[in-house]
């Protein structure tokens, strides 16, 4: 009766311990105090794919996924403003990369604009 009761223990231990593991190694980055709008956009919405510092997340490749490096200053230099602003908020199922989500139903033209300078920033490329 001891055993049955000792290999639940060690197996509920063990999926605990790796469903943990999971959840830090998943867990997105976090917002420093008194960060400035943007940057609080970015890393609670695009952060998790294209990585707090711009050049992409493995996360995102869990999903067969693979973003855009905005560390990348002369590739996003050829994409113009009006380009980030229109995949930001209409995703990237129009322009054939389905996997950019749209936000446009969550955020303000005014926000979405904001993102876009902001990561023009991480690109150097303001």
Not at 81 to 98: C, E, T, W
């Amino acid at each position: 009766m001891r055993r049955p009761v000792a290999a639940l223990v060690i197996v509920l231990a063990a999926v605990g311990a790796f469903t943990g593991g999971l959840a830090w190694l998943l867990d997105t980055p976090k917002v420093p105090p008194g960060a400035p709008r943007p940057e609080r956009l970015y890393l609670g919405l695009c952060a998790t794919c294209h990585g707090a510092d711009g050049r992409g997340s493995w996360r995102a490749a869990l999903f067969l996924v693979r973003p855009g490096s905005f560390a990348d200053g002369e590739r996003l230099g050829r994409r113009s403003d009006q380009y980030l602003f229109d995949i930001i908020k209409h995703g990237g199922a129009p322009i054939g990369r389905p996997g950019m989500p749209a936000f446009g139903s969550t955020l303000s033209d005014m926000e979405i604009e904001e993102l876009v300078r902001y990561v023009g920033g991480l690109a150097g490329k303001r």
